[in-house]
């Protein structure tokens, strides 16, 4: 209960959450007291209902985070009845906020449920009935019923959350590949840039006119089956409209570093491999020309097409840029 997992500094996208619904009200016993008379009849209320639990989709990726210390999430008790046949007031509900794209499963029931629209509101758990009172039982046989009943628990149970980034575009490739670095230069993100592995820790989000870019933490072999960084955030890949693979020119054998990506890929969902692909060859302002033309030659007998790019050439970044907003807008 309120359990954590892959938890990246600030940014968490994947945790489970315990939600109680809310008890019912007991339903009561209570009598009418009329002028004259010593016992009226039966006038004990209904329990009120308990509050629901619902999930509601917002605008914000770090939401998940002010979740990490919280144990239980619990939706209001209702109020037992009354006297004079008045019913017990229902229970507040809970309105629980998730990022956009983030998918809930019922750890008992194993429903799935997937918020994908802003405000998007969605019922996770029904409140216990609210206990019946005397008056209820009131008939020709039974004219002073003492009988009450009480209310019934609300659905309780565990729920899987995890964070499936919504985005455009995905920048995957191996450790290094210059992903944070082309980010940085096409927008206005901040990710962390490094000359050693997994410098970025949590997927980083960019946005070039009206593109959400995303940088996908560094790939390695064997990241399906949970190596590496990269099985945490493979599942953020999934919604991306296209994939920009980028393979950095310091790679000997640049066949081998777009290969290893594309199998892992192909490991955690076969599906997709088959979206759209760009290939960039990167960094190639640390390589010779010859070099250069080497290199792209080999990696076009592997993929469809593939441009050479460098943060440090304002010409291809502008380009690149044009080719992105012309075809994924």
């Not at 997992?5 to 489970?16: A, P, Q, R, S, Y």
């Not at 002010?66 to 037992?80: P, Q, T």
């Not at 940085?184 to 490094?194: D, Q």
């Not at 945490?232 to 920009?244: G, M, Q």
Request: proline residues 3%.
């Amino acid at each position: 209960m309120g359990r954590c997992g892959k938890v990246m500094g600030m940014f968490i996208d994947e945790l489970t959450l315990h939600f109680k619904a809310g008890r019912g009200g007991d339903g009561v016993v209570r009598w009418r007291h009329e002028k004259g008379i010593d016992s009226g009849g039966p006038s004990g209320g209904n329990g009120g209902k308990g509050g629901d639990v619902y999930a509601v989709a917002v605008r914000d990726l770090g939401v998940l985070s002010s979740y990490r210390n919280i144990k239980v999430f619990e939706a209001g008790k209702g109020e037992d009845g009354y006297k004079n046949t008045k019913q017990g007031r229902e229970g507040d509900d809970i309105e629980i906020k998730f990022p956009i794209g983030a998918r809930l499963t019922n750890l008992e029931t194993g429903h799935v449920i997937e918020l994908l629209k802003d405000g998007e509101k969605v019922l996770l758990l029904k409140g216990g009935r609210g206990g019946l009172g005397n008056e209820h039982f009131k008939g020709s046989t039974n004219v002073s019923p003492k009988q009450s009943t009480e209310g019934e628990d609300g659905e309780e149970t565990d729920f899987h959350v995890e964070l499936l980034l919504l985005v455009d575009l995905g920048l995957i490739g191996l450790p290094n590949a210059g992903k944070s670095s082309l980010l940085n230069t096409l927008t206005s993100a901040k990710s962390k840039v490094g000359d050693f592995p997994f410098t970025t820790l949590s997927p980083s989000l960019g946005d070039y006119y009206g593109l959400i870019l995303a940088d996908i933490p560094g790939l390695i072999e064997g990241a399906a089956e949970g190596k590496g960084l990269g099985h945490k955030f493979l599942r953020h890949i999934e919604r991306t409209k296209a994939l920009i693979h980028c393979v950095s020119s310091e790679n000997e054998d640049p066949i081998d570093a777009y290969k290893v990506v594309r199998k892992e890929l192909k490991l955690y969902n076969p599906e997709i491999v088959d979206k759209p692909e760009v290939v960039l060859l990167t960094k190639i302002d640390t390589i010779s020309e010859e070099e250069k033309k080497e290199k792209l030659k080999l990696l076009e007998s592997v993929a469809e097409k593939v441009s050479p790019i460098s943060i440090l050439d304002d010409a291809l970044i502008k380009s690149f840029g044009e080719h992105l907003t012309q075809n994924f807008k």
